[in-house]
């Protein structure tokens, strides 16, 4: 069975602040990786996504996300946050095989102005 | 484009009483369709998923069921509520036989008396 951790269930930064959010998945195969944000009162959207090629990539808004397969790990990151970024942050992933998807916790990012 | 419609939006119904869920989606082909549960601090727990029409993949053993009558239809159900079964419900679809990233619907509210 696949599962998905995220490390942090609420972090609290402030403005200017770097981020970085840990993601670890468990699965024998192979996976397509996925971060989404629910900003408050909005629809869960994807924010940057891998599949194969270069591990190291790039999404919406400035964050950007590293797949280590040695690891299972697939970490978001931002330079800089902004008040904007307070959302609940979402790391998934998709089995290629049968397209089966699981959704870690959830981080609560707070940032303050 | 693509959108998907949920509803009702929110709903409250008595312990015993049946439900019934309606998810839709417009624009797209054979996607695959998902349920999912959402709870604070607990993120998104996959009910079921669907590659096709009639096919329909149970995830955690519950109060609930799945149907998918047509392509681009998927219905959650119950036949008796429980108390426990009151929560947030989302429906996704995804494209590129389920593999690619989901899209989500706004969402049930769903309280049980």
């Known amino acids: ?113 | 484009s693509q959108t998907i419609h949920q509803w009702p939006a929110t709903l409250v119904q008595p312990v015993g009483s049946p439900l019934s869920l309606e998810c839709t989606v417009e624009g797209t082909s054979n996607p695959n369709l998902y349920w999912y549960r959402q709870a604070a601090g607990r993120g998104l727990q996959l009910l079921f998923y669907s590659v096709g029409i009639g096919q329909i993949s149970s995830e955690v053993p519950q109060n609930l069921s799945a149907s998918r009558p047509q392509d681009r239809q998927f219905i959650l159900s119950s036949k008796k509520l429980l108390l426990s079964d009151s929560g947030f419900y989302l429906c996704a679809w995804a494209g590129l036989a389920g593999v690619n990233e989901q899209f989500f619907g706004p969402g049930t509210r769903l309280t049980v008396l």
């Not at chain 1, 403005?15 to 998945?25: D, F, I, K, P, Q």
């Not at chain 1, 979402?90 to 102005?113: M, R, W, Y």
Request: charged share 15%; hydrophobic share 35%.
């Open chain 1, 1 to 113: 069975a696949q599962s998905v951790s995220q490390h942090n269930h609420h972090v609290i930064l402030s403005e200017a602040a770097s981020l970085e959010l840990g993601c670890n998945y468990s699965y024998g195969g192979t996976v397509n990786l996925f971060w989404y944000v629910q900003y408050p009162g909005q629809h869960l959207q994807l924010l940057l996504k891998y599949f194969s090629g270069d591990p190291l990539v790039k999404g919406i808004k400035g964050f950007e996300a590293e797949f280590i397969k040695s690891k299972f790990s697939f970490n978001l990151r931002k330079p800089s946050v902004q008040w904007s970024d307070t959302a609940e942050y979402f790391c998934a992933v998709i089995t290629t095989n049968a397209g089966k998807s699981t959704f870690g916790d959830g981080t609560t990012l707070t940032v303050k102005p």
